[in-house]
T-cell receptor, first 115, second 113 residues
Framework: DTAVSQTPKYLVTQMGNDKSIKCEQN?????MYWYKQDSKKFLKIMFSYNNKELIINETVPNRFSPKSPDKAHLNLHINSLELGDSAVYFC??????????????FGQGTRLTVV | DQQVKQNSPSLSVQEGRISILNCDYTNSMFDYFLWYKKYPAEGPTFLIS?????DKNEDGRFTVFLNKSAKHLSLHIVPSQPGDSAVYFC????????????FGQGTELSVKP
């Protein structure tokens, strides 16, 4: 009964393709995130959605488009994939109440390899 | 500009001894700090956190210390166990930034039997 689940776990695709990564959380949290871990192992936030509204967009190329159909889901769609997009992408969720936030729970990650 | 830094990429400790992982930050607006543990091919798992109004938080074998004047925090694990071998990430957050976490680059802990 995974709290934050993302699919697929591995994704190998050719340059120029369009792909999506799905994420779902069953924790009842109001905020979901996408983080990227690059080849140097840095974990950096890409997007954050609170109750289906985009609240953080960290200067990510517009080839990346997050979509939140409801507050339990945050999918990541990537157009025209480039070699540099190869990384591990983590979905996460937390409860953000303004003055006191809970810790973020992470999914298992999606290793994207662009060839 | 790296706002959260873990200057030791790796640490090796003998089983039963204390592990001390360090983290420095530059942004004085951070008011919540967390440690995550990560095994290969898995997502980061929350370990322990501390609010900026405290200087210490303890949970079993894990204790986090915060020195706000030095902008430094540390994670103590005692006694260390082989199962603690993993990459540990320090993270910081500003409550006004919608839950966004800024991560350090991680420290790989190896606990040898």
């Amino acid at each position: 009964d995974t709290a934050v689940s993302q699919t697929p776990k591995y994704l190998v695709t050719q340059m120029g393709n369009d792909k999506s990564i799905k994420c779902e959380q069953n924790l009842g949290h109001d905020t979901m995130y996408w983080y990227k871990q690059d080849s140097k192992k840095f974990l950096k936030i890409m997007f954050s959605y609170n109750n289906k509204e985009l609240i953080i967009n960290e200067t990510v190329p517009n080839r990346f488009s997050p979509k939140s159909p409801d507050k339990a889901h945050l999918n990541l769609h990537i157009n025209s994939l480039e070699l540099g997009d190869s990384a591990v992408y983590f979905c996460a969720s937390s409860q953000v109440t303004g003055i006191m936030n809970t810790e973020a729970f992470f999914g298992q990650g999606t290793r994207l390899t662009v060839v | 500009d790296q706002q959260v830094k873990q200057n030791s990429p790796s640490l090796s400790v003998q089983e039963g001894r204390i592990s001390i992982l360090n983290c420095d930050y530059t942004n004085s607006m951070f008011d919540y700090f967390l440690w995550y543990k990560k095994y290969p091919a898995e997502g980061p798992t929350f370990l322990i956190s501390i609010s900026s109004i405290k200087d210490k938080n303890e949970d079993g074998r894990f204790t986090v210390f915060l020195n706000k004047s030095a902008k430094h925090l540390s994670l103590h694990i005692v006694p260390s166990q082989p199962g603690d071998s993993a990459v540990y990430f320090c993270a910081a957050a500003d409550y006004n930034q919608g839950g966004k976490l800024i991560f350090g680059q991680g420290t790989e802990l190896s606990v040898k039997p």
